[in-house]
């Protein structure tokens, strides 16, 4: 299982641009790298997953280098409503456990 | 389309009492999870499925078990409750795609509170 490695937490201010990088040095061949936000009192939801090269859609951004032993989820302008866990996770088709770590906790002020 | 539902929202009980908690899923998913949350921490896997009939230990699987008797529910029981489990319990499913979109789907949460 590959495990993964996030900050405990990040501050920042509405309007500017968050990287949270995640670490997971033994990421296996077929495994993907999905994101998930989690707000107070409600279950994780999905942001965004990759497996190579830069993902994005209306929410994020997700940039894997060659090597996927890390990948970076770039919120663009943050708001207030962006203070959340966000939670890093790798699997793919042969991943039966899913394991979260310990996520990131991401304050933003106004 | 109701996603992932979990039955009870709340409930409290008494140190010794059993309970059970249901994960329904209306996705056609294969996979489904029980995951526990503590208030400040992060999610921790208690067991999980991948297909009916089948059940797995996750990382604290200790005084829980599960079945899976069909496949669009993933039960919970709680044979003696302990202070210690008093959490928040989430319930995830997720199908399984060769081609990646692992994405797994989440109930709004159970919270349990054990006196």
């Known amino acids: 299982l590959a495990k993964t490695t996030q900050p405990i937490s990040m501050d920042s201010y509405e309007g500017q641009e968050v990287n949270i990088t995640c670490s997971h040095n033994?990421?296996?061949?077929?495994?993907?790298i999905t994101w998930y936000q989690q707000f107070p009192s409600q279950g994780p939801r999905f942001i965004i997953q990759?497996?190579?090269t830069k993902v994005t859609n209306e929410v994020a951004s997700l940039f894997i280098p060659a090597d996927r032993k890390s990948s970076t989820l770039s919120l663009p302008r943050v708001s207030l409503s962006d203070t959340a866990v966000y939670y890093c996770?790798?699997?793919?088709?042969?991943?039966?456990?899913?394991?979260f770590g310990t996520g990131t906790r991401l304050q933003v002020f106004p | 389309n109701a996603g992932v539902t979990q039955t009870p929202k709340f409930r409290v009980l008494k140190t010794g009492q059993s309970m059970t908690l249901l994960c329904a899923q209306d996705?056609?998913?294969?996979?489904m999870y029980w995951y526990r949350q503590d208030p400040g921490m992060g999610l921790r896997l208690i067991h999980y499925?991948?297909?009916?009939?089948?059940?797995a230990k996750g990382e604290v699987p200790d005084g829980y078990n599960v079945s899976r008797l069909k496949k669009q529910n993933f039960l919970l029981g709680l044979e003696s409750a302990a202070p210690s489990q008093t959490s928040v319990y989430f319930c995830?499913?997720?199908?399984?795609?060769?081609?990646?979109?692992?994405?797994?789907?989440f109930g709004p949460g159970t919270r349990l509170l054990v006196l």
């Open positions: 499925s991948v297909g009916e009939g089948t059940t």
């Open positions: 995830a499913s997720r199908t399984v795609r060769l081609a990646g979109d692992e994405t797994q789907y």
């Open positions: 996770l790798v699997g793919g088709p042969y991943t039966d456990k899913l394991i």
């Open positions: 996705m056609n998913h294969e996979y």
């Open positions: 033994n990421i296996a061949t077929n495994d993907y």
């Open positions: 990759g497996y190579k």
